[in-house]
């Protein structure tokens, strides 16, 4: 039984560092607005915003978070992940 846990944590911490990894080339992207929307761009936002809405809707019942310039849900939620991702290998 401890083997199939192991391998649930394995892949729960792939699927972690793949979730990261296109949130930060989402976060790239953000950067570049002269490129235009194609089924490339559109699969990492898809992707990264099932992850990063609920955090989201959490912080804008927040007046602090709101009032601010930047989209705190991103960063917020690539933390949780990252402690998420090191909870699994402890």
Do not use: H, K
Not at 29 to 50: A, G, K, R
């Amino acid at each position: 039984m401890p083997q199939i846990t192991f391998v649930i944590a394995q892949v729960a911490y792939l699927l972690i560092g793949a979730i990261q990894t296109l949130m930060f080339i989402r976060a790239i992207l953000s950067w570049l607005p002269m490129l235009e929307e194609n089924s490339i761009t559109d699969f990492i936002y898809q992707v990264t915003e099932v992850v990063i809405y609920p955090v989201r809707c959490i912080l804008e019942r927040f007046e602090v978070f709101t009032a601010l310039p930047l989209d705190l849900s991103f960063f917020v939620t690539f933390i949780l992940l990252s402690i998420l991702q090191t909870a699994l290998m402890a």
